[in-house]
Nanobody, 124 residues
Framework: QVQLVQSGGGSVHTGGSLRLSCVVS????????MAWFRQAPGKEREGVAV????????YYADSVKGRFTISQDTAKNTLYLQMDSLKPEDTAMYYC?????????????????WGQGTQVTVSS
């Protein structure tokens, strides 16, 4: 059974930074698609950033390009999302997720395993 355990998140003011972490209980994290999604109240869950196996070019949603950075530490089986220059519209529940394959941009329905979610709140 694959498990994803998230940490990080919290509340910051506009312009602040936060880092999310996600420990994944699978072998060879680099062989899987690793992603961060978010869901704001009343909105669909959207893909924010994705690492594709064998690719050096992550996917970023247009709304976070230049502000968010996805990375992974394969030795620690951990996925990260560094969020800088945060805006109130970044407020959402954030989820890490993994799957064997998804399209570019990612499709939520392709992801088999999800973290428990962590709240990010940005106030003006």
């Amino acid at each position: 059974q694959v498990q994803l355990v998230q940490s990080g998140g919290g509340s910051v003011h506009t312009g602040g930074s936060l880092r999310l972490s996600c420990v994944v209980s699978i072998d060879k994290v680099s062989a899987y698609v690793m992603a961060w999604f978010r869901q704001a109240p009343g909105k669909e869950r959207e893909g924010v950033a994705v690492i594709y196996p064998g690719s050096s070019v992550p996917y970023y949603a247009d709304s976070v390009k230049g502000r968010f950075t996805i990375s992974q530490d394969t030795a620690k089986n951990t996925l990260y999302l560094q969020m800088d220059s945060l805006k109130p519209e970044d407020t959402a529940m954030y989820y890490c997720a993994t799957t064997y394959w998804t399209d570019y941009p990612p499709r939520k329905a392709d992801f088999n395993y999800w973290g428990q979610g962590t709240q990010v709140t940005v106030s003006s």
